[in-house]
């Protein structure tokens, strides 16, 4: 299990997420946060601390296709040099 | 992986922290502390990284809840022994001397700012799940911002209480909290597969409001207590279905609410 990010999440700049997150999981997507599936490690600490309510675990049924394509954003941000962590962080 | 790689891979790993003690309560139940950096800031309840060097020189993490309080010179950790645990199967063999690798970034939401005030502060922690609880029962901010704290501790066997148990009694005679402590602190130990005074599973305990009773105190409300909950997957479930029956919702550093629950635990 991992958790996701959900489209609540598009132009949200709270960032409550990233200062909790204890493996700094979250990376900057074209207009989201997304997390790092491999480097995520199911804490939990930023599902309720999200603001937007935009964060959920995967195990939810609807969100396992999500979860595909946050792993696809990954896959082609590995191949993509110029991609680099999140600079959110305050 | 090529020579080169893992040379570069242990080059970059910190020191870690030095192991001050170990202490082994059972054949499944040891504790440990270790030097704390001073860099290393942490609120009381919360949970930081630790670990050791993998065999493939890489280092092998897992999130603990520090068992020591915010004030404390050292860490201590409580940890449970899983023979064939990628981690605790190496960590249960450290010794004084040895170092132990420790990430810089504490958090959690089992802590005080996730709350809102209240009257009664009650703790439910299953197993291992005691650590953050012997921290913020060891923190003065814990009784200057609850006039009663209530702490229930569920294990299967009696043994495994031990750690727990120590804990509460020493507590009487320390200089910092022993005053502070004075009345304000209930310890209610439940196991679930020995005889035991009280029997059962905390849950159970909780509904039928044999734990008020045994306690002399009264029933739970929204409207004056909070809760804190560390305990397995089964029992974050259960307590947040009885604890949102009872009026209580759940809260985060960011929106402090009537209880919290750590998702982390998984001893």
Redesign the interface.
Known sequence: MTYVVTENCIKCK?T?CVS?????CFYEGENMLVIHPDEC?????C???C?ADAIKPDSETELEALAEIECRVFQKMARDSRSERSTYRC | MNTHQTLKIIDNLPDGELVTSVKHWTNRLFSFRIERPISLRFRSGEFVMIGLPGDNGKPLYRAYSIASPSWDEELEFYSIKIQDGPLTSKLQNIKIGDRVLLRPKPTGTLVLDALIPGNRLFMFATGTGIAPFASLIRDPETYEKFAEVILTHTCRNIAELKYGKVLVESLADDPLIGELIDGKLKYYPTITQENFKTKGRITNLLSNGQLFSDLCIKEMSAESDRAMICGSMGLNNDMRKILEARGLSEGANSRPAEYVLEKAFVG
């Not at chain 1, 909790?20 to 700094?24: G, L, R």
């Not at chain 1, 490690?41 to 600490?45: E, L, P």
């Open positions: 709270y409550d909790v997150c204890p493996v700094d490690i199911d804490c939990g600490v599902e309720p601390e603001p």
